[in-house]
């Protein structure tokens, strides 16, 4: 009777707070909302439209198709330059990603490619090896394709006879919101998670509520189960925000079970809460408590989740020592969620981890939080 | 009657930060607590209070000896004892975005109330605390006081047999500090059937005078326990009013100060007031600097400071003399008012403070004496009027005009990583001293104000008095002739609040002018003018001796600075109503 009356009290009082206080509210919906605008559009791996110019000596019929095939690519946006200067000039503003150069002798070359092939130099600003390397293959691609109509069209054999196909899994456009806004929903979701507990209890002793609440009758366990229970809630709110966002706005496809997200995302929460609930905790500040959420929160959840750099492109220790961000599990569910589909054989591990992690935190929680000040 | 509580030896201290020893805050203390009465813990900030009802409250464990309370171990067995315990923390432990209604609603879900009991007692306390039409109202928005009244209200609602209220009428104004008091004591009554019993924490030493029992804490130590009257009555006799000039009463301070017959001179308005040493003669009164003795009635303040006073303090060493002034006033303030949104803050204040006069702005938290303060420094705009400062607006004036003033905040504003030489360094050079200046400056404050021993201690670790003189040091080491205290001495205990007050003295006398804002009556006593403010409004002016005289009644022969600004305050709210 007591302690439901005591937990009554106690959810109530949360409630109260989280409506009358904007921060709570603002944590829970504006900040995934921010923060998924800021990362969906900002962060963008794509490389569309990138402009490239193109240097032709000797203009021709072929090198006029050349440049109308560029063009046609949508990965790709031919500028017209007449001089290489004006390319290494155009390169060093960035105004263009690279510079494409058909030397005079390019149509004669064609003619007899058995003798002399004909070579087309494609010069990239390599500051950004990534893009360059991209521009590389989609300039490459857009040459092939036009190759292989001159070849049909001359009814010649195309050199080498091979024409390359590219084909892309999952993400067939190669759109990288599609890859990365699960990711982003993870690093939402342990940041909101943990800051909304991080703050909201080391508020309590700074106010010197949480005093008050350990003299009354109300047990440790009451206490946070009343918290995590309200802030379970919200958290699981903002999921629900972000991943129909993530469908709206971003129309990243969804291609999983509810159940299994459903799944995936509560036993986070209940890590990121219990996190925060433990940093708060041992801070006792609120300052301290979200520099702390900060660090441990964002910077893992960011680098080493596999949700903006592959994991199986880290150095093998660090490949190891990802498996101690919970997050990790999270964006690998969550990937696997919208754009493979419940394929259970990935998920079960990764909630598996989870499980754990929510675990230890619980646990560790407990052990720090005693019915004292001391 | 009834034991509550019993502490046995009780030991407790906390960790040292950063490799530092540990900090004793209290050191084996033994005492019991009875039910049915005022069990008053006392004693200045640091003395210990708040660690001894954390531990009687079960929140800390004891380093050594033993809290039980009701019958159990409160190392071991709190949580069966805290359903009859109801502890009031000194920040309210209220929750600012809950209404009243919902603060006590939380706890009496907390302690399981049934729901008839609850609506009978809400009403009751509501009823009581006179909150009753501010139920809606939200926790936040309260006024000091009546979240005072709120937070007594939550500890009360469970009835507890044991009441513990830490430092409860710190910061609130005089007539809700006895309302807070009257609350308690008639619960007190209503529950002493039940075996209840009440500890209430403070650094006022008159609330220990009504006081049932009282532990007297000093550093952690427990200096006396006993009925009030144990506490004086070795001094019955020994207490006297010296009437002195009024404009020699701090010469006359020191002169009795300085006469090994005297255990205490305190000045009070334009008296000064003696404790005897035990068993000396007393004096002549030319002998103290005065014309006539008075034997009055000893108060508790005299029996703390005779039992701390063993030897006599030494005396300030005489300050350089500042710069004569033009006659006209120092500090001008005319008409001034400060808005903030629809609230006024500061409502038509207007005062002038002479050279060498020690001036104070006296009113509870939330009066408007910050707001003023502030717009004296230069820190906040006027809405309307003028605030000067030597002649000048320090909003606009140049840096010199600043460097005349030396500021004392209330916590004291140091770097509390720093050693005290590197604090004093470190103002010395924001005030832009030479090189040879600054090193003179720093020598010179170390040894005036006693502080050569700590020079090379980290300041946060100090206690409270020496961090006082500490702050007082930097304030002064470029040699202002202006002076800013906020509350210097609230809180401290009362010898390191006389030798403060005497170097303040010292001060004033070479020509600084001083001006003080506090909601501590005790510090008012050594002001030469007053400004007694209350909800913005300065509802009276005068000496100390002056604004007593104002509300002398039959009833009242000898009314306090305490009792006159009750009766002022009250006075102007019936003007403004009528």
């Known amino acids: 009777m007591s302690t439901f009356s005591r937990m009554h009290g106690l959810v109530k009082k949360e409630i109260l707070q989280v409506v009358r206080d904007p921060s709570a509210l603002l944590i829970a919906f504006l900040l995934p909302v921010v923060l998924l605008v800021i990362n969906g559009f900002g962060v963008s791996l794509d490389a569309r439209h990138m402009r490239v110019a193109v240097y032709v000596e000797a203009p021709a019929e072929q090198t006029r198709e050349i440049m109308q095939a560029l063009d046609a690519s949508p990965y790709l946006s031919v500028v017209r330059i007449f001089s290489t200067t004006d390319g290494e000039r155009l390169i060093g503003t960035g105004d263009v990603r690279g510079m494409l150069v058909l030397r005079e002798d390019f149509s004669q070359r064609l003619a007899r490619p058995a003798r002399w092939p004909a070579q087309a130099q494609l010069i990239a600003n390599g500051t950004d090896p990534n893009t360059a390397r991209i521009l590389e293959g989609y300039v490459g691609g857009a040459l092939q394709t036009w190759l292989g109509n001159f070849a049909i069209e001359h009814r010649t054999p195309p050199e080498g006879g091979v024409a390359l196909e590219h084909r892309y899994w999952f993400n067939q456009e190669l759109q990288s919101a599609d890859f990365i806004v699960p990711g982003v929903i993870a690093f939402v979701m342990s940041m909101t998670g943990t800051l909304l507990t991080a703050l909201i209890v080391a508020r309590e002793w700074e106010r010197g509520t949480m005093e008050a609440m350990l003299a009354s009758p109300a047990g440790m366990a009451e206490i946070i189960a009343a918290k995590l229970g309200c802030y379970f809630v919200l958290g699981m709110l903002s999921m629900g925000i972000s991943v129909l966002m993530a469908v709206t706005v971003f129309a990243v496809p969804f291609r999983g079970s509810l159940l299994a997200l459903g799944a995936a995302g509560a036993l986070f929460l209940v890590f990121a809460l219990a996190l925060g609930l433990f940093i708060s905790t041992l801070a006792r500040n609120q300052f301290v408590a979200a520099q702390v959420a900060f660090i441990v929160t964002m910077m893992p959840a960011m680098m080493l989740s596999g949700m903006i750099f592959d994991i199986a492109s880290m150095p093998r220790w660090l490949q190891i020592g990802t498996f101690l961000v919970p997050a990790r599990y999270l964006v690998s569910i969550l990937q696997t969620l919208f754009l493979a589909g419940t394929v259970w054989r990935l998920i079960l591990p990764n909630l598996a981890g989870l499980a754990v992690a929510a675990l230890l935190a619980i646990g560790a929680t407990l052990a720090v939080t005693r019915r004292r000040l001391d | ?578």
């Open chain 2, 1 to 578: 009657m009834a034991e509550l509580a019993a502490l046995a030896g009780l030991r407790y201290a906390f960790p040292g930060v950063r490799g530092a020893p540990p900090q004793t805050a209290l050191d084996g203390i033994t005492a019991t607590i009875l039910a049915g009465e005022f069990t008053g813990v006392v004693g200045p900030d640091g003395a210990g209070k708040t660690t001894l009802l954390r531990l009687l409250a079960g929140l800390l464990r004891p380093g050594g000896g033993t809290v039980t309370v009701l019958g159990h171990d409160m190392a071991t067995d709190a949580a069966a004892a805290h359903g009859d315990i109801g502890y009031m923390p000194q920040r309210f432990g209220l929750y600012e975005d809950l209404t009243v209604a919902e603060n006590l609603s939380l706890f009496a879900d907390l302690h399981g109330l049934a729901a008839d009991v609850r609506v009978a007692r809400v009403k009751r306390l509501l009823d009581f605390t006179g909150m009753a039409p501010f139920t809606a109202r939200l926790a936040g928005k309260l006024s000091g006081g009546m979240k005072q009244k709120l937070g007594l209200a939550c500890a009360l609602l469970a009835r507890p047999r044991l009441l513990l209220l830490d430092e409860p009428s710190v910061g609130v104004d005089p007539a809700s500090r006895r309302e807070l008091w009257g609350i308690v004591a008639a619960m007190l009554k209503e529950g002493a059937a039940e075996g209840m019993g009440v500890v209430w924490a403070t650094a006022y030493l008159d609330e220990a005078e009504r006081c049932g029992h009282v532990l007297l804490l000093h550093q952690g130590k427990l200096l006396a326990a006993g009925p009030p009257a144990a506490f004086l009555a070795p001094l019955d006799g020994r207490v006297f009013r010296l009437t002195v000039p009024e404009a020699s009463r701090r010469a006359a301070a020191r002169q009795a100060a300085a006469n090994p017959a005297i255990a205490d001179a305190a000045i009070e308005g334009d008296t000064l007031r003696l404790v005897l040493r035990a068993g000396a003669a007393l004096p002549a009164p030319a002998a103290l600097g005065g014309s006539a003795l008075a034997k009055v009635a000893p108060r508790f303040e005299d029996g703390f400071v005779d039992r701390l006073a063993t030897a006599p303090a030494p005396l300030p060493a005489e300050e350089a003399k500042r710069p004569d002034g033009d006659g006209k006033p120092m500090i001008e303030v005319r008409d001034l008012v400060r808005r903030f949104g629809d609230f006024t803050a500061v409502d038509h204040v207007s005062f002038a403070v002479a050279r060498g006069e020690i001036f104070g702005l006296l009113g509870p938290n939330g009066a408007g004496k910050s707001t003023t303060f502030r717009m004296l420094c230069g820190l906040l705009a006027p809405s309307g009027g003028t605030a000067q400062v030597a002649g000048q607006n320090l909003l606009r004036a140049p840096a010199e005009a600043r460097a005349r003033i030396g500021y004392m905040a209330q916590r004291f504003s140091l770097y509390g990583e720093l050693t005290v030489r590197e604090n004093l360094a470190f103002f010395a050079r924001i005030y832009g001293l030479s090189r040879k200046a600054r090193a003179d400056a720093i020598a010179s404050a170390l040894e005036r104000f006693d502080l050569t021993a700590v020079a090379g201690d980290v300041s946060g670790d100090l206690p409270l008095g020496i961090k006082q003189r500490l702050a007082l040091a930097a304030a002064l080491l470029h040699g202002p002739d202006i002076l800013f205290l906020d509350e210097p001495t609230s809180g401290v205990d009362p010898l390191t609040r006389r030798a403060f007050w005497a170097r303040i003295g010292r001060l004033a006398e070479a020509g600084v002018t001083v001006l003080v804002t506090s909601h501590f009556m005790d510090e008012a006593e050594y002001c030469d003018q007053l400004a007694i403010i209350s909800a913005g409004k300065m509802i009276a002016t005068g000496t100390p001796a002056a604004l007593r005289a104002r509300v002398r009644t039959a009833a009242l022969p000898e009314p306090t600075l305490e009792d006159a600004f009750i009766a002022l305050v009250a006075a102007s709210t019936q003007a403004v109503a009528a």
